[in-house]
């Protein structure tokens, strides 16, 4: 196995990231991000404040991928059968036809998802882990690949819904979208206010599953296995890493799919990074993204303004960095 792999492979998400940045400026962190879910098959929730182009981020990598895309504004009179389809009477035949709802495409779009009642996230929530809705007696499988990506507003309370913790779990990422630089907002009026570029399509679906397989193939050494199950079982227990004033702060900890997910991740950013091995710098920058949502905070931790981030990156301080022997699988380049 060489060190690094062939660069073609990873030409199709370099293409897609380049039609994306003709639109959205910075963002570097969520593109990358977004990328990683991608190829990772797993969904992403996008939280910040309204004009921060979190929606257009999603709708411009999702008009560069090939296959289909569908939004869903999310409002509080919505009703399962707007999202996953209903039987309609037909008075001709005398027959029940199954109407398929929105969620049946490749890429979903799940615009401010916590304006939805909980009758709708909890028909969202079938979709996102079985990949499957149950409409009647029939059950429908949704196409390959699919994808939610949701976005939701922290500023706002009225006419708002918090997502349950079962159905945040099933995100693999939480990314979170602060505000741009100055200079990044000059050149963001300067494009907004010109014409703007076509985004073309560059990727097809059948190439995003040969990509996904390409990143299953990374490899991910024992070692870095055992620390992510550090990092996670570290929010349960904080104490057992020399944090006991933690301890307060936090009702319950991450589940152990926040395990799965940050070797799942670092996997998929080792093949964007261009490696055919994950290094534990990728789980490191995985972790945040992957474990925020995942924490359940005390009342003690909202009346003192900590946050889950503000909790975590205590905890990772704390965890020792393997050193993985790479030289048993890779065969290093030595320059002669």
Known sequence: MDQFMNPEKRKPM?????????????QDHLLEQLVVALLARGHILVEGVPGLAKTMAIKTL????????????????LVPADLIGTRIYNQKTGEFNTSLGPVFTNLLLADEINRAPAKVQSALLEVMQERQVTIGRETFKVPHPFLVLATQNPIETEGTY????????????????????????????????GMLQAVQKVLTTE????LQ???????????????AVRMVTATRTPKDVGLKELQPYIMFGASPRASINLILTARALAFVRGRTYALPQDVLDMALDVMRHRMVLSYEALSDNVSA????KKILDRIPIPVVP???????????
């Open 14 to 26: 370099e293409r897609v990231l380049y039609e994306v940045k003709k639109i959205i400026v910075g």
């Open 326 to 336: 790479l030289h048993e699988h890779v065969n290093l380049r030595v320059n002669a």
């Open 162 to 193: 918090a997502l349950p913790e079962a159905q945040v779990d099933r995100f693999m990422l939480k990314v979170l979208v602060g505000y741009p630089s100055a200079t990044e907002e000059f050149v963001i009026v300067e494009r907004m206010t």
């Open 213 to 227: 397989q390409e990143a299953d193939k990374v490899y991910v050494d024992p070692a870095l296995i055992e620390y």
């Open 309 to 312: 981030d503000d909790l975590l």
């Open 62 to 77: 999702a008009e560069a991928i090939g296959g289909e895309f569908k939004r869903i504004q999310f409002t509080p009179d």
């Open 207 to 210: 190439q995003l599953v040969e």
